[in-house]
């Protein structure tokens, strides 16, 4: 239906308005941790014999450029540019061989995390990964017919023009098809629900990398929108100086958050 549609009669969007989500409100956000071989090995982490899943609260949806709140009490603010698989009907029990037919297409995730709530103060990561504003999602949804092998994207983020995370697709532990089938069989997926499929790896020693930017630092870089917190008693970070990206067949998708 979409590649029906003729993009030049489509009405012009004018001004500067802001750019929503690229799904309506999903009924289910749903993330896979450590699905990367790069990544488990960087953290000297085994292998998993299955997917670790959890859920991102839906008030941690939101559009690719919108303002990201940082928690009260935040010391270790994370971003993680992952693919995200975009449901395209009601999935439930959905056999592997049937998985693709479930798939309408994929989007830029970035799961914006806490890694102090996430690793030390107890209990499942949720805490760390459901934060308000902590989903940025988007812009654009590539319908599944334009990607000709999902196991073969680069995937990177750069934080204020230098760039921490590169890797791939091809380093899933368990890909597309996998977990479309896998996660249909313990929650009932719906049209617009999004898979965060894990991140990849970090470039060089995670511990190099920016920690937080803490309060007051603003830092500006041509294309991107600087850091500030204006309210000490909320602390919001507009984190338009955090770029993540994936690129396919030349083309740079985007999501800032």
Not at 66 to 93: F, H, N, Q
Not at 176 to 191: N, P, R
Not at 221 to 248: C, H, M
Not at 249 to 255: D, I
Request: hydrophobic share 35%; aromatic share 8%; with cysteine.
């Amino acid at each position: 239906m979409i590649a029906g549609i003729d993009a030049a009669r489509l009405p012009k969007i004018l001004g500067n308005p802001r750019i929503g989500p690229c799904v309506v409100r999903p009924v289910n956000y749903v993330c896979i941790g450590l699905n990367y071989a790069d990544h488990a090995a960087e953290t000297g982490n085994p292998i998993p014999k299955e997917p670790i899943v959890f859920l991102k609260s839906l008030s941690a949806f939101c559009g690719p450029n919108d303002d990201v709140k940082l928690p009260r009490g935040s010391t270790k603010l994370d971003w993680e540019v992952e693919l995200g698989i975009v449901m395209g009907k009601t999935a439930r029990y959905v056999p592997e061989h049937e998985a693709m037919d479930y798939v309408a297409g994929y989007c830029v995730c970035n799961d914006v995390s806490e890694r102090e709530y996430q690793l030390e103060r107890g209990g499942t990561w949720d805490k760390g990964k459901g934060c308000e504003t902590f989903g940025p999602t988007g812009p654009w949804v590539v319908t599944k017919d334009e990607v000709s092998d999902p196991q073969d994207l680069p995937l990177w983020t750069e934080v204020n023009g230098k760039r921490y995370q590169d890797g791939s697709t091809q380093t899933m532990i368990f890909n597309v098809v996998k977990l479309v089938s896998y996660v249909s069989h313990f929650i009932t997926l719906h049209a617009g629900d999004v898979i965060a499929t894990g991140y990849a790896a970090w470039r060089g020693r995670r511990d190099q990398a920016e920690p937080g930017l803490p309060e007051g630092r603003r830092r500006d870089a041509p294309g991107y929108r600087g850091i500030r917190y204006p309210d000490p008693a909320y602390r919001r970070a507009l984190n338009r100086g955090r770029e993540s990206a994936w690129k396919r067949r030349g083309s740079l998708m985007h999501v800032r958050c």
